[in-house]
């Protein structure tokens, strides 16, 4: 069966962010083809992605990391994909993946029973058309969710009719979209990078499993949790303080403070602070330090750190900032954005 090697390659990638990091489970570190399919599976990421019409009757599990490896290493625009069945009868037979070039030859050992238990995350009986926007909200508001392991429920984003909320204790977020969406989901905010590289165009759910699927036909779900989210709204009724002006020009100088900050930190902090008209940003990391420097209407004095890509994006669209005496606000109420961090925080 012969198929275009390149493609192949790039299913394999597609269907990566379900392979287990150990052999816990049965066939989690491995390709799992069924059902005109390749599947991977690994109790918290599950990735279904179509095969071409050539390749529908593939079945069995191969390791993934040899499989993917070797093919990748492979020279040519097509290879040859065939499996080989064992036989008691035929000495030196047995199951196997067979991938063949002009110049290479493979045999990756292949189970012939699947194993992998990925039937027990269900599939969807009904998908949900993505809203518009939701997939930005998302990417907006990921990183306001805690990465803090021992509150579960916080690492994840709430999604809810048409808005995202987040927090970490610290800082808490709203955004809206343009169309409510039916379902309520608990989303890990951990999956939503590697999630939008899927470009998904609906969405579904089975009991503890979250699914998003694109327009090739890839499923991407993720295992979901219960819980009651803490509703946030609460914090944005009858907001008292101090409304300020920042400086037109603060983008620019965002973009001049976060080249001193750590790209290896989870996240690009950098702090604000003011007092007696003057406002300064800084970014500081292990090797160098920038501050920014401007002239502002408020006198008053305060500190707080902040996500430098998410101030950079915010402002451009809050129409209004207030202090109060633990929280600055930011609020684009155009747009649906409502957002406040503590003062003073640690970094």
Avoid at 233 to 241: L, N, Q, S, W
Avoid at 292 to 318: P, S, W
Wanted: charged share 25%; proline share 4%.
């Amino acid at each position: 069966m012969k198929t275009n090697r390149d493609s192949l390659v790039q299913i394999l990638s597609a269907v990566s962010p379900g392979l287990a990091r150990k052999d816990l489970l049965a066939q989690a570190q491995s390709f799992v083809f069924v059902g005109g399919e390749v599947i991977t599976c690994n109790d918290r990421v599950a990735v279904h992605h179509p095969l071409p019409p050539e390749l529908k009757e593939l079945h069995g599990a191969v390791k993934a990391d040899e499989t993917y490896r070797i093919l990748s290493r492979m020279e040519g625009d097509e290879v040859d994909v065939e499996m080989t069945i064992s036989d008691e009868k035929v000495a030196g037979s047995s199951n196997a993946l067979v991938l063949r070039t002009a110049k290479t030859k493979a045999e990756i050992k292949r189970d012939a029973e699947i194993k992998l238990k990925f039937q027990a995350i269900g599939t969807p009986e009904q998908w949900e058309k993505i809203p518009e926007g939701m997939l930005e909200a998302l990417e907006f508001s990921a990183f306001c969710a805690s990465t803090d392991l021992s509150k579960p429920l916080l690492c994840h984003l709430l999604i809810k009719g048409d808005e995202i909320a987040a927090t970490d204790n610290h800082r808490v977020l709203l955004r809206k979209f343009k169309k409510a969406l039916k379902n309520t989901l608990l989303l890990p905010a951990r999956v939503v990078p590697e999630l939008l590289a899927y470009a998904p165009v609906e969405v579904g759910v089975t009991q503890g499993w979250i699914h998003f699927r694109n327009e090739k036909g890839v499923t991407y779900s993720v295992r979901t949790i219960d819980g009651s989210y803490p509703d946030l709204h609460r914090f944005f009724v009858d907001i008292k303080g101090e409304e300020i002006v920042l400086p037109l020009d603060l983008c620019d100088g965002i973009n001049r403070v976060r080249e001193a900050l750590d790209r290896t930190a989870d996240q690009p902090l950098i702090k604000v602070s003011t007092t007696g008209g003057v406002l300064m940003a800084t970014g500081e990391g292990p090797y160098a330090t920038v501050k920014e420097r401007y002239k502002i209407a408020f006198q008053g004095t305060l500190t707080f750190f902040v996500n430098a890509d998410f101030l950079f994006d915010a402002l451009k669209i809050a129409d209004k900032y207030i202090v109060t005496d633990a929280r600055i606000y930011l609020l684009g109420e155009k747009v649906g954005f409502r957002h406040f961090i503590c003062l003073a925080a640690p970094k």
